[in-house]
Each structure stands twice: as structure tokens, then as C-alpha cells.
């Protein structure tokens, strides 16, 4: 016997396309679904509404479509009381567990609604008290209350004003031919804004920042302040490094343009000299590490989080080797967080992506276009792209944010 539902969602939902998204995600999870209700705005910063009855075989299909609805910022119209089980394995949800979203969230239990902490996708809430929170599954341990099935859940979707001249500025999710004056403007002001809201500024980087000599204009931006936590790989800092030591990246002359000779062993000897220091702390106090991005990071005290993969060389010793450690560290980095800019790389962009709350500004810069749409397809809705050469691009932005700033 088949289950209904109604929902509600609210938002620019025309020229967003997210009604289409909503009725096809219906479809796909075998549901059908009638419309009930739909006020469209007249203006084109009005809010429009609409309720929305959704159907589904039965109720365990029903909860799992009205979970994939609220990744779209759909509600249920009375959402009733959050329902809660214990875990009775380590690192095992109970069945039914609800699958969190990064929209800011809300429960209700006991009648009361509670705040979610740490809004992040595809991990379970825990319930402690009147604390909410969610949890990777590979953190979850016996004992422990996790909300189970869909109901007493509301979720909300930020909103950017149409017209507005603040950070919300791209219309597109992936922007390639808007003037990149104008962009990189645009990301220097919303930089700015969460600077002057006491918040940090996340960079995630690739090691395409040193190999299209951008490294320069990078550890300006660190000295003006404008680099607050630097989350990366091994590759990034190993090529910074390299370049501090030897001036060239990957065996190749930043300067000239050319490989030089024995260049190809200067990566790992730029390794091992780090290696025996014992971290890049260490090789920066003892006047080892005189330059680069890395350096500039210890001697302003930024934070930074470097996770490695099966491909490292070395790797650095400060490199967590423990993927899963690694996510712990990149999370308990994310408080305060006002803005994110990701350049040159896929991997760690959405890795990143996956544990930022939707509330945060994020912007990824890369030359493929298929990184800055792979982020969006992961889940990141709030992430917007600008495909072009990171090297100009930080250029630019060094430009547009620092006062006197010549090129290197």
C-alpha cells in the first residue's frame, strides 16, 4: 500500500532550476508526486512557495526519498518528532539512520526544536542531551542516540538575493567567459567581508599553484593576512619547498621555463631534507627553509592540513598517512570558517566540499572545467567555479587585495 507525504520548499525556484531538480529526484527514487500548491514570485527577488505531495510504495521508501528531497532544501509540511535508536556497533549506524545534508538543520524533540551542530553531508545525527551534532560513520560508537528515518528534520537552504552586491555574485554555478577582472574582484570582496567579520579564510590548494609560478603572489597573500588555513597534499608543499630550495618544481626551472640538470632528484631530496628536521616547523626555525608558502605559514603561525595519498613520495613528515585522521584534522580546522577558495585541485576540493556547511562561501578555481562541476555534482551546492589559469588568477588576486603589490 503505497505512503504520501506533503512537503514544501521555498526559493528562487524558477531561474534556479531546483523545482525541475526536485520533481526529477521524485521520479528517479520511483515516487510520483502532484503539486498542491505553487505561488511564484512576481518580481525577480520575490521568494516563491511551493507544497508539493509526494508518494512512495512504502514508508522505509518514503523516508529515504523525503532524506534525498532535503538535500534540495525541501521540508516536510508537518514534520512531526525526530525518532532516535541506539548503535549497537562500533562504526555502524542503526538501519534507517537519517542522512545528513550541510543545510543548516534543525530537530525536534520533545517538543522542542533543537540546532544541529556542524552542518555536513552524508553523516549521521547524534543526540546527547539537548545537543545535536552530526558524525562520520567511521566515528560513531556503541551506545550512542542517532536519529533514524526523516521526521521532526527541517532544513534551510541559504538564500542569495537577486541583485545583491555581496558575495552571492555568480548567477552560473561555473563562470568561464564572465570578464575576470570582474571575478576576481568579486571573490577579493568576499574575501574582505569575512575578514571583516572576524572570520578565517580556507584555501585549498593543488601543486599547480607552484607550477604555474604563482607561489609569489600566494605568500603575499599569506603576509597581507589573507591566508588563514591551508588545507592540501603532499605534492603542493613538497613543490613549494623544492622551490625554495633549489628553484625549481618537479625538476623544472621556474624562471627559464626548462628542466635542469639532475632536476629530477630535487623533489626528493627537498623530502629528505625536511625529513631530517623532523617537520616544515622545524626546517623554518633552524633556518633551513628560508621561502615559499610553507614558510610564509609557519612564521605568521596560520594553520595548515596536509593529507597524503597512495602516490606520495616521502612523504613530508607532517603529512597525516591516516586518511581518516586526516578528515578529523581538516574538520576541527572548519570553526570560524567565513570563506573557502579552492585552486588546482579535484581531489581535495571535494573532499573539502564534503565537510564545509552549506553556509560558507566557496569558490573553485581551475583550469578544467570538470573540477569546478564535479565539486557542484558532489553535493557542494553553494559552490561556484571559475575556470582559468591559476597562475593569473592569483596574480590578479594578489593585485586586487594588496596595496602596492607588483608582480613577481
Known amino acids: ?67 534525498r528531497l532535503q538535500t534540495r532544501g525541501v521540508n516536510q509540511v508537518d514534520p512531526g518528532e525526530a525518532s532516535v535508536s541506539v548503535a549497537d556497533l562500533d562504526g555502524v549506524f542503526p538501519d534507517g539512520f537519517y542522512s545528513t545534508t550541510n543545510l543548516a538543520t534543525k530537530i525536534r524533540l520533545g517538543g522542542k526544536w533543537l540546532d544541529v551542530e556542524n552542518p555536513e553531508m552524508d553523516c549521521g545525527l547524534i543526540v546527547d542531551g539537548e545537543r545535536v551534532y552530526t558524525l562520520p560513520m567511521s566515528d560513531v560508537k556503541v551506545g550512542m542516540n542517532v536519529v533514524t528515518g526523516a521526521s521532526g528534520i527541517k532544513v534551510t537552504s541559504p538564500v542569495i538575493e537577486k541583485g545583491s552586491d555581496s558575495f552571492g ?99 626528493i631530496r627537498a623530502l629528505n631534507t625536511i625529513r631530517k628536521q623532523g617537520s616544515i616547523k622545524a626546517a623554518v626555525d633552524n633556518g633551513v627553509l628560508t ?13 595548515f592540513v596536509l593529507v597524503g595519498s597512495v602516490r606520495d613520495d616521502g612523504p613530508l613528515p607532517d603529512v597525516y598517512t591516516d586518511v581518516i585522521e586526516g578528515q578529523r584534522a581538516m574538520r576541527a580546522e572548519l570553526n570560524d ?19 564545509l556547511p552549506a553556509s560558507i562561501p566557496l569558490v573553485c578555481v581551475d583550469i578544467n572545467p570538470a573540477t569546478v562541476t564535479k565539486l557542484a555534482d558532489r553535493g557542494s551546492s553553494q559552490a561556484k567555479g571559475i575556470v582559468t589559469d591559476v597562475g593569473l588568477f592569483l596574480e590578479q588576486l594578489a593585485l586586487e587585495l594588496i596595496p602596492g603589490y607588483r608582480r613577481g
Open 291 to 303: 621561502g615559499g608558502i610553507m614558510h610564509a605559514l609557519v612564521k605568521h603561525e596560520k594553520r
Open 169 to 267: 555574485f555568480m548567477d552560473s554555478d561555473v563562470s568561464s567567459e564572465k570578464p575576470q577582472a570582474v571575478l576576481v574582484r568579486q571573490v577579493a570582496d568576499g574575501m574582505r567581508e569575512a575578514k571583516a567579520a572576524g572570520k578565517y579564510v580556507l584555501w585549498v590548494g593543488g601543486p599547480g599553484v607552484v607550477h604555474t609560478g604563482a607561489a609569489p603572489a600566494m605568500v603575499e597573500l599569506v603576509n597581507a593576512g589573507y591566508v588563514d588555513i591551508l588545507f592540501a597534499g603532499n605534492a603542493l608543499a613538497t613543490h613549494d619547498i623544492e622551490s625554495s630550495l633549489y628553484g625549481t618544481s618537479l625538476g623544472v626551472d621556474l624562471a627559464m621555463g626548462r628542466g635542469v640538470e639532475h632536476g629530477h632528484e630535487h623533489h
Open 1 to 67: 500500500m503505497s505512503v504520501s507525504e506533503s512537503v514544501e520548499v521555498t526559493g528562487h525556484l524558477m531561474d534556479s532550476g531546483i523545482l525541475s531538480r526536485i520533481l526529477d529526484d521524485i521520479r528517479e527514487y520511483d515516487g510520483d508526486y502532484v503539486i498542491d500548491r505553487f505561488d511564484v514570485g512576481h518580481e525577480a527577488s520575490d521568494i516563491s512557495r511551493a507544497m508539493i505531495v509526494v508518494t512512495a510504495d512504502d514508508d522505509e521508501s518514503l523516508q529515504r526519498l523525503l532524506m
Open 337 to 355: 570558517v567565513g570563506f573557502c577558495l579552492m585552486v588546482a585541485t579535484m581531489l581535495h576540493s571535494v573532499a573539502t566540499g564534503n565537510i
